[in-house]
């Protein structure tokens, strides 16, 4: 009984320390979705600013914010490559290249559709290689349930039963 109240002092104790660490959103798992999607509203032609006005229609709710801020910074009147900074410092170092890419493509009217090409490759690699790394961390994770849950109902179920048999029977041979 002291082991449970133990276990659930600790189990307490640990969710509520990990509710109040800050939530860190990670823009990088939406990345090569957005990569995507810039290639396909370039592949139809649209330039740079034009792309950028529109991605928030088809971007993660994570992402729709500073994308809107963006279209609205652009429809004020605001210079594309100043945009692109502010998105740039507000998403963090996941999105340097695109925004590299995005502001050179609109300054020297390179098409960019091979270098999206590459970084979208390289982004669906990236995630793969991160799933498969989550993946393998998957057993450590649940070694936890395994002993807290699973392996006492296997004692209770199997060897307690086989404890009172024998019990009962040493006791019926002293009685």
Request: hydrophobic share 45%.
């Amino acid at each position: 009984m002291i082991s449970l109240i133990g276990i659930s002092v600790i189990a307490v104790v640990y969710f509520v320390y990990r509710r109040r660490q800050p939530v860190e959103v990670s823009f990088s798992k939406h990345m090569p979705e957005l990569i995507d999607t810039l290639l396909v509203l370039t592949r139809a032609g649209h330039s740079p600013a034009a792309t950028m006005s529109q991605l928030h229609n088809w971007s993660p709710d994570e992402l729709k914010p500073h994308l809107l801020r963006v279209r609205s910074e652009l429809i004020a009147g605001q210079r594309f490559a100043e945009a692109m900074k502010n998105l740039r410092e507000s998403l963090g170092p996941c999105f340097f290249s695109i925004c590299d890419i995005l502001i050179c493509a609109d300054r020297d009217g390179l098409p960019i559709t091979s270098v999206l090409d590459q970084l979208s490759f390289h982004a669906h690699q990236e995630r793969r290689r991160l799933r498969e790394i989550e993946a393998k961390e998957l057993p450590v994770r649940m070694l936890f349930p395994l002993v807290c849950c699973i392996l006492p109902s296997f004692v209770l179920l199997a060897m307690v039963p086989l404890l009172v048999n024998s019990l009962t029977v040493v006791t019926a041979k002293l009685l």
